[in-house]
């Protein structure tokens, strides 16, 4: 079975820095990404960055610069470093995990992120 597990997150004063984990456990086969969004209340989830199984990455304009999507393949554990955080990237974070060719996915439990001004 499946899991991926996170940690970190919480709430940071604005120009801040907080690094997200995502660990998984058990097998994934053809794995194409593993991804992080993020959801506020009443909107849709939304991708931010991506990793792709060749190392590409891939960011949403609005956190360039800012925040750096990496993994650790010995750890199975993709992390998402932040910072300058903006009151604006406060949201629920998901990991995820894309795998197969219809490109689905395995999500983590979600964890708060909170920037205060």
């Known amino acids: 079975q499946v899991q991926l597990v996170q940690s970190g997150g919480g709430l940071v004063q604005a120009g801040g820095s907080l690094r997200l984990s995502c660990a998984a456990s058990g097998s994934i086969f053809s794995i194409n990404a593993m991804e992080w969004y993020r959801q506020v209340p009443g909107k849709q989830r939304n991708l931010v960055a991506a990793i792709t199984s060749g190392g590409t990455r891939n960011y949403v304009d609005s956190v360039k610069g800012r925040f750096t999507i990496s993994r650790d393949n010995a750890k199975d554990t993709v992390y998402l470093q932040m910072n300058s955080l903006k009151p604006e990237d406060t949201a629920v974070y998901y990991c995820?995990?894309?795998?197969?060719?219809?490109?689905?996915?395995?999500w983590g439990q979600g964890t708060q992120v909170t920037v205060s001004s």
């Open positions: 995820a995990v894309a795998y197969g060719s219809t490109w689905s996915r395995y």
